[in-house]
C-alpha cells in the first residue's frame, strides 16, 4: 500500500499564496490534486504524468501549478491569486498507472488531505 501524506495547507488572506505537498512513501508515475468543499462535491484540479505532462481544471487555469519531484516522491501544488470560493479540503492522489487524468476514478491511493482556507 502506498501512503501519501499532504502539508502545507493553512489560512490566507485572498490574492495570497499557498504552497502545498504530497509526499509519497515511493515513486508514483501519475498524480493529480482534487479538492472538496463542505456540501459539495470533490473537484478536479490539476494532473501531472511523470515531471512534465500536466493538465488543469479550467477553475484553476493560469492561478494554480502542479509540479513533481521524482527524486524527493514529492508533488506540488503552487496555488496563486487565491479566491475564497478556493476554501476546501485539498487532497493528493497517485496511481501505478502511466496516465495524465482528472478523473478520481483513476486514481487508487489517496492522502487524507489539507485544509486551504482563503478570507476575504
Known amino acids: 500500500q502506498v501512503q501519501l501524506e499532504e502539508s502545507g495547507g493553512g489560512s490566507v488572506q485572498a490574492g495570497g499564496s499557498l504552497r502545498l505537498s504530497c509526499t509519497t512513501s515511493?515513486?508514483?508515475?501519475?498524480m493529480g490534486w482534487f479538492r472538496q468543499a463542505p456540501g459539495k462535491e470533490r473537484e478536479a484540479l490539476a494532473g501531472?504524468?511523470?515531471?512534465?505532462?500536466?493538465t488543469y481544471a479550467n477553475s484553476v487555469k493560469g492561478r494554480f501549478t502542479i509540479s513533481k519531484d521524482n527524486v524527493r516522491n514529492t508533488l506540488y501544488l503552487q496555488m496563486n491569486s487565491l479566491k475564497p470560493e478556493d476554501t476546501a479540503l485539498y487532497y493528493c492522489?497517485?496511481?501505478?498507472?502511466?496516465?495524465?487524468?482528472?478523473?478520481?476514478?483513476?486514481?487508487?491511493?489517496w492522502g487524507q488531505g489539507t485544509q486551504v482556507t482563503v478570507s476575504s
Open positions: 515511493r515513486y508514483m508515475p501519475s
Open positions: 501531472i504524468q511523470s515531471e512534465d505532462r500536466t
Open positions: 492522489a497517485a496511481t501505478s498507472r502511466w496516465i495524465l487524468s482528472l478523473n478520481p476514478g483513476d486514481y487508487k491511493h
